[in-house]
């Protein structure tokens, strides 16, 4: 298999568990150090709420290629392939229009704050670095809209049912 293609497939699934990690190694020591020697750090409190931050984006994104957002589809289980298909084709295309928005209009924060020079108030790092959570999950999100487009375009020709994610719940 190659590089590409793996980093296609677990890109997300492993930037999940960096941040995953990252958050809940951070907190536990923030939790020991606050508990058994009375002090905590500002820093601390920055790498959990910038890492929870990149992985709500990063999750985002995850779920797109998955298809795992919440959704209501009672509907969708009387629908036929075709329609099933086209369905999906018309709310990624919606889902695409809204990504493209949101990914201009966070790059402009990310511009302002890069304009500015803003940093983080304990770790006195760029605030740019934590901004990009924004841009780079929209851009990921689009990546994936486009693979789910191909996909679902391809299924509606083909006439094969339309993926539709796991269930979580029947």
Known sequence: ???????????????????????????????????????????????????????????????????????????????????KALLYIFGDLVMFGVAIIALFWSLETVHVSYKFGSVTHGLRISNVWFLMAVPLGFTLMIWRLIQSLLRDVRSLRDGTPVYEGDKLFD
């Open 1 to 83: 298999m190659s590089v590409w293609r793996r980093i296609d497939r677990d890109a997300e699934r492993w930037l999940l568990l960096v941040f995953y990690v990252m958050l809940v190694a951070t907190m536990a020591i923030e939790v020991l150090r606050r508990e058994v020697f009375s002090y905590s750090s500002i820093w601390g409190e920055e790498i959990v709420r910038y890492s929870f931050i990149y992985l709500a984006w990063v999750g985002a994104a995850a779920a797109v290629k998955e298809r795992a957002h919440i959704r209501i589809d009672v509907v969708m289980h009387y629908l036929g392939p075709r329609t």
